[in-house]
């Protein structure tokens, strides 16, 4: 059989999100929304049968985000949020995005990262009062639609422990049983509304057992699904874990009567250890996922086989189904778009619907004795075997000849700041943004129709150029101290990069979910990355030309590139660091020399990819920072070196942060409390900082009093010394509307501040 656990939603070209937005717009009615949403998902269950996939997933499917659709399938949903809306879907909306009026003034869920991955999940709020109780008919609907399409999908919904652990929790304990008995109740309910319908497989995801857990986790996990699965009649269930490995509860997931157990080996290659170890009970299947959800690199077919081969000596042939290792969602829809890419290079990826292919290819050839005269077998041996001989030289030569000095900024960060204070001259509590400004339609056009050939790059690069002069002139009526040029000549922070350094192969539509409506294009990081010319330097050297204020210099930084990258999966992502950290480090290079005094190198990305297992933390962190540190390490002691870094939750992180040695680090501070910055003082981390005083990503107006009442309390933690005023993340998403007052708003908080100190 064949089973995947979850297909991208957002349309092959990304339709949901412009009927969303069309929707939210009030430009798209609801029964058009659903009305196109249902042919939608009609379309992907038909296409991944046509590929004979035999657990074809439904209710993977969503208006903005699954976690949200669970917390309303289970009935955790605040009561204010509920009072307000009889509409169900302007409820979904609400919490969401938020919803005001000249009444009502309701915040959006807060959104996390989901795992390692680029996508974020809605976070809902589970607290004493929540009455968990059957409050949707969504996966039913759905997997009805499908049936009068001819097709019976597989259910997929998201587990007890990953839904209750990635919650946000106030005053329950999770592990009562008093607790917990209703959610049970809500979810034999699901179960038996799916054997009613005629279902036969029902898919739950438990992903959090592939992180540490603690013993009262296991327990929970025991007790709940024990009891669970007494209800399951005949339903035959399966508990899909990914993104790594169960190594603290195999034992006891093995012995629950599940009847199907999906397990990642892609990511978690410590699973086959553990079957080799425990061994797999034989009268359930087991959902080995071997073909990677996560990248766009073809499936190695002589190392899948193998491990298959080797599985069935563990588990019976006619059990094993050959799966995605974790949902599609998140690898483009199709390589069929991609009419500009060499085809000597397009041959080597494998998107969504390329994988489906994988998977009936690897199914046919698993099930013959002589696989290896297959063509289609010879043929993927062939592309692997050209594939190795055009490697990246694993440690190119630059990255082979780096010291320790190369990694070595001096001098010391002391006597650097003194310096730095000299020459920038800047107030106390200097006041900046994160880069990004705005990207309004008519700049999001302009590219459009540059890549059309609709203007030419001249027109462009002019057009560029009077955006960059506008927000100049508005930091100086604003009145901030150190400015940006804006990053409007960038599509996406990273894919920019990727687009104007060589190694990348860059897609037209290759649309991943970000979050809700929002999607990225990320790079594919092929060959040795190098610097064919200077990246930024021209518009940040404009932007300077036209104020005395300094404009500081941003960059992406070589780990946020990389791990928002598709990258090759045979070379070790350590040295594929070192090569984008040594193209960086030119550009920052370049920037100094043209006389810029502060850069900023955003690292976004670098927490947030750390690996999920605690004991994996300290490898990542080792070459991670090291890349980091290569590309800043030879300015001088002059020029400041900032970094940002957003949505993680960095507290225990500080003193490997501290080692980044940069001058100053923005961040999204903790939005009410002060952890962090209680956190900063007990650190090693010397740097200045700016704790992000307003939310870029709501629409909200903020007053100069609420902000002034935020930097006084932020004084009072880490001092006015070392503390800079900004917003938590880059403008980009906002409407210059909703975004300038609040930063006048910022100003003139920080100007009445400072007339007191
Ligand atoms: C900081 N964040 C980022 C993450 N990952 C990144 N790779 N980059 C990030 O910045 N991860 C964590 C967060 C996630 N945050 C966001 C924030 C915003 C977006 C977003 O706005 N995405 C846009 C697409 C951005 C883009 O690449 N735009 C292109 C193409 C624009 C386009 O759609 N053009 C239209 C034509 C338009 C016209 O003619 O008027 C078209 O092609 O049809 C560009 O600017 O050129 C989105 O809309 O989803 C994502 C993640
Ligand atoms: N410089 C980027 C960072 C986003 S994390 C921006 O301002 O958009
Ligand atoms: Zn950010």
Redesign the pocket.
Known sequence: MISVVGFPRIGQN?EL?KWVESYLDKKLSKEELIQNSKNLKKTHWQLQKEYSVDLIPSNDFSFYDTFLDHAMLVGSIPEEYKAVFSDDLELYFALAKGYQDQNIDLKALPMKKWFFT?Y?YLVPEITDNTKFELSSTKPFDEFVEALSAGIKTKPVIIGALTFLKLSKKSNVDIYDKSFWEKLLEVYIQILKRFEELGAEFVQIDEPILVTDLSTKDIEFFDSFYRSLLLHKGKLKVILQTYFGDVRDCFEKIILLSFDAIGLDFVDGKFNLELIKKFGFPQEKFLVAGVVNGRNVFKNNYKNTLELLNMLSSFVDKKNIVISTSCSLLFVPYSLKFETNLDSNKKKFLAFAEEKLKELSELKLLFSQENFTTNNIYFQNIQLFEEMEKNKLSDVSTAVNNLTDDDFERKPCFEERIKLQKEVLNLPQLPTTTIGSFP?T?D???A???L?KGEITFEEYESFIKSKIERVIKLQEEIGLDVFVHGEYER?????FFGENLEGFLITQNG?VQ??G??????PIIFSDIKRKRPITVEYIKYAQSLTKKPVKGILTGPVTILN?SFVREDIPLKNVAFQLALAIKEEVLELEREGVKIIQIDE??LIEKLPLRRCQHSEYLSWAIKAFRLTCSKVKPQTQIHTHM??SNFDELLDEIAKMDVDVITFEAAKSDFTLLDSINKSSLKAEVGPGVFDVHSPRIVSKEEMKKLILKMIEKVGKDRLWVNPD??L??RKEEEVLPTLQNMVLAVWEVRNNL
Not at 517 to 522: I, M, S, Y
């Open positions: 990304r999100k680029n974020h990207q339609q700049v999001r056009s590219r459009s129709k890549k599509n996406d922070m990273v894919e649309w970000s979050y409506t929002r999607c990225v294009k990320p928002w976004a990305a957003c949505y993340c880059g980009k998403t």
